[in-house]
């Protein structure tokens, strides 16, 4: 049995360096920057899955980005418009029994970007944010997402005195892996909370979260408790819903 | 608990989704039906397949949930307008398949009937095939014996709610805003109107009764089957529009913009339609004008289904995307003529401004952008009747829904090209909304129609930021590229 192909290894970097961008589109020197490897490697790393389909580029001699072959092999990949029209109904219903604002996430680097944004239903001044990042380890959202995929590098920034360290952000990410819901408490702003669950496709991958976020005295019984359960089982059963719009239950 | 189910009969599906009394979605349920193309122009369907789908939708729907027909306090009914059907009153059969909207069968018919506005005033309508009245006529000319078994009381016409009401309660029913898109009925009286029925040659005594649209038509499994509303007047009601100058946009397969106007028809001298929103009981009737775009949405799937850059309707934002602006290209999708405000039935499609710069990206674009471009013209045309009618129906906000809304970079486009904020409820849902706050209303399980309103929530709100300088650019563009697009059907062509 012969060892790893290391060509094959590197093509597989390429991609997924590619899929962590989005529709952020990367250059031969910035994929060779990123991940440690000569410019003209990359290149004919590129130009084989040019060939095939897995990668392309809008004009000759400009950035690369996800080719369309790659969409229709049924990889994990989960356009986040899609995401949206999907959960559509079910993120309004959220929103209305709880009172709060909702919004969905997907991992975009070591970032949540996120791809839906419904307003609180009060009426009052909202400013649509989809498309925006937020941090991943203190939100609920991001939470949900890492606990059932990657790991992100990079420094974890202290928004507040209750950011999580990496120790305890490990254990309650372990946490959440068992409970299949996440919430973050006072970790990002000061006086806010949070709730998510994770979002399965068809093959049972985590391929987005669905949460709502407000003030501590209307998502907790009290400041230093973590949201309320009624709370918590309307975001699982909008994040049920969404995932059997997606094929990803039975039930 | 009880909750409210609305079936939303529509052209490519049936759906029942259930409500609670927040307007929130407890459960959803779909099946598609067959499109029936049987020559060029021609768009059938099966009635008693439509029947069956309608009753499994029902069922699926509350057994998604775990409901039982007790737990249901009223149905609703909302459907596609002008598909016609002509049935046996002692058998149940349909005599022939379903006409629908889309038909063009009854070109030939409609020339013949003369004037384009001949019964604008009394119906509020432009003669067109889109229409009910001529596709019955064309009925009672094509098929065998027809004729004569209508005039003896042996069938029955309905449009798709009267076919289901019919079959759900045995009561032979439709309502004002259905009956309004027949173009046999007055829009003043709200009843047939002899001279339009006459015009027509249809015999008076296969139409159905003219209802309300809220009101109970008669039981289903013990259920009261409470309301009947045309798909774009349930959305209308679905976004609580009940005060005259109120409108919303409704964005599917075509684009729908219908404003209230108030208890008195308005006709329109830049072609909309003068239609009836709703009418309440015994309450006086909502006018509304209209603004219909036959195909924005429909473009999309095009996109997707024949051009095949695509794999689903939501990825061509992501296309989109990929590209800052449209690179200089539109394309008007006068797939079947272009209908409001412009009714050129002799129109074709075409992508204007095309060069070697142009990639999938700015197609994509340029697909988006003329759902946008389109609603502006009807925009344009709703404000100017306003002028004329000295009405204060000044669109200052637009209210959206339907599944296109989904779609963040379209919602931007369409502030920007406005130039007016874009706001989209809570419940995206507002044609089977519309249809289960009717039957709500009918049935007491809300009060009044500001228990309604007070349900109204904004989801999501885009603001305009565009340059006028570059709107206006665009605008003058895109009226180059409609200008392009008329005409171009000969003679000779079939």
């Given at each position: ?93 959220l929103a209305m029994r709880a009172r709060e604002a909702v919004r969905i996430g997907v991992m975009h680097g070591r970032h949540v970007l996120v791809v839906h944004h419904v307003f609180r239903p009060d009426n009052s001044r909202q400013t649509l944010d989809t498309g925006s990042l937020l941090p991943w380890h203190a939100t609920a959202l991001g939470k949900a997402l890492v606990a059932f995929g990657e790991w992100p590098d990079g420094d974890l920034q202290r928004f507040t005195r209750h950011t999580l360290d990496p120790e305890e952000l490990r254990a309650a990410v372990d946490v959440v892996r068992d409970r299949d819901w996440a919430y973050d408490l006072h970790e990002l702003v000061e006086g806010e909370a949070s709730a998510a669950a994770p979002i399965r496709d068809r093959r049972g991958v985590v391929v987005g979260a669905i949460g709502v976020s407000g003030p501590v005295e209307r998502l907790c019984e009290s400041p230093d408790q973590p949201p309320r359960l009624e709370l918590v089982s309307y ?17 | ?494």
């Amino acid at each position: 049995m012969p060892g790893p192909i290391q060509s094959i290894q590197r093509a597989a970097e390429v991609l997924k360096l590619l899929a962590r961008g989005g529709a952020h589109q990367l250059s031969v020197g910035e994929i060779a920057r990123a991940l440690g490897l000569a410019k003209p490697t990359v290149h004919g790393i590129l130009r084989t899955l040019q060939e095939v389909g897995f990668v392309e580029q809008e004009v000759e001699g400009g950035k690369y980005r996800l080719g369309a072959a790659l969409f229709h092999i049924g990889t994990s990949y989960l356009d986040g418009n899609e995401l949206r029209a999907k959960a559509l109904n079910w993120s309004d219903t959220l929103a209305m029994r709880a009172r709060e604002a909702v919004r969905i996430g997907v991992m975009h680097g070591r970032h949540v970007l996120v791809v839906h944004h419904v307003f609180r239903p009060d009426n009052s001044r909202q400013t649509l944010d989809t498309g925006s990042l937020l941090p991943w380890h203190a939100t609920a959202l991001g939470k949900a997402l890492v606990a059932f995929g990657e790991w992100p590098d990079g420094d974890l920034q202290r928004f507040t005195r209750h950011t999580l360290d990496p120790e305890e952000l490990r254990a309650a990410v372990d946490v959440v892996r068992d409970r299949d819901w996440a919430y973050d408490l006072h970790e990002l702003v000061e006086g806010e909370a949070s709730a998510a669950a994770p979002i399965r496709d068809r093959r049972g991958v985590v391929v987005g979260a669905i949460g709502v976020s407000g003030p501590v005295e209307r998502l907790c019984e009290s400041p230093d408790q973590p949201p309320r359960l009624e709370l918590v089982s309307y975001v699982r059963e909008a994040a049920r819903s969404v995932s059997r719009e997606l094929g990803g239950l039975s039930w | 608990m009880a909750y409210i189910a609305a079936i939303d009969q529509g052209t490519t599906s049936s759906r029942c989704i259930v409500f609670d009394q927040s307007g929130g979605i407890v459960s959803v349920a779909q099946r598609e039906h067959r499109q029936i193309f049987p020559r060029p122009g021609w768009v059938e369907h099966d009635a008693t397949e439509i029947w069956t789908n309608v009753q499994a939708v029902v069922r699926d729907a509350l057994a998604h949930a775990s409901l039982t027909y007790a737990d249901i306090a009223a149905f609703g009914i909302t459907n596609q307008r002008e598909t016609t059907v002509v049935w046996d009153k002692a058998t149940g059969e349909p005599v022939h398949n379903a006409i629908v909207w889309q038909d063009t069968r009854t070109d030939a018919l409609i020339k013949q009937l003369g004037d384009q506005d001949r019964f604008r005033e009394r119906s509020g309508l432009p003669l067109a095939t889109y229409f009910s009245g001529p596709k019955l006529r064309w009925l009672l000319d094509n098929v065998d014996g027809l004729r004569a078994r209508a005039e003896n009381g042996e069938v029955l016409f309905g449009t798709m709610d009267t076919w289901l009401i019919w079959n759900l309660t045995g009561r032979h029913v439709t309502d004002v805003t259905n009956a309004s898109r027949t173009m046999l009925m007055n829009l003043e009286t709200l009843d047939w109107d002899p001279e339009l029925v006459e015009a027509m040659d249809v015999p008076r005594g296969v139409l159905p009764e003219i209802r309300s649209s809220s009101e109970v038509y008669g039981s289903y499994e013990g259920v009261p089957v409470a309301s009947a509303l045309g798909d774009q007047q349930a959305a209308l009601f679905g976004q609580t529009c009940f005060s005259p100058g109120e409108g919303k946009c409704t964005y599917g397969t075509g684009a729908f913009l219908l404003v209230n106007t108030g208890a008195k028809p308005v006709l329109s001298r830049n072609g909309l339609l003068t239609t009836v929103g709703y009418r309440i009981g015994d309450e006086p009737a909502a006018y509304a004008l209209e603004g219909a775009v036959a195909v924005t949405g429909a473009l999309v799937q095009w996109f997707r289904d024949k051009i095949g850059l695509i794999g689903s309707a939501a990825e061509i934002e992501t296309l989109a995307r990929t590209v800052d602006d449209n690179g200089g290209a539109y394309f008007v999708p006068a797939f079947s003529g272009l209908f409001a405000p412009h009714w050129r039935s002799d129109a074709r499609g075409v992508i204007a401004g095309l060069t070697g710069y142009i990639s999938r990206g700015h197609l994509a674009r340029a697909v988006l952008e003329a759902s946008a471009w389109q609603t502006r013209e009807v925009v344009d045309a709703m404000n100017a009747d306003a002028v004329n009618a000295h009405s204060a129906a000044d669109l200052t906000t637009l209210r959206v829904d339907g599944g296109m809304t989904a779609n963040n970079l379209l919602m931007q486009f369409l502030s920007d090209v406005l130039d007016v904020p874009v706001v989209r409820p809570i419940v995206a849902e507002t044609t089977c909304l519309g249809a289960a706050y009717a039957a709500g209303l009918a049935v007491g399980y809300w009060t009044g129609t500001d228990e309604l309103k007070a349900n109204w929530h904004k989801a999501a709100q885009w603001e305009p930021s565009m340059e006028p300088a570059a709107r206006d650019r665009g605008y003058r563009k895109w009226k180059k590229a409609v200008e392009r697009t008329v005409g171009w059907m000969d003679e000779d062509d079939d």
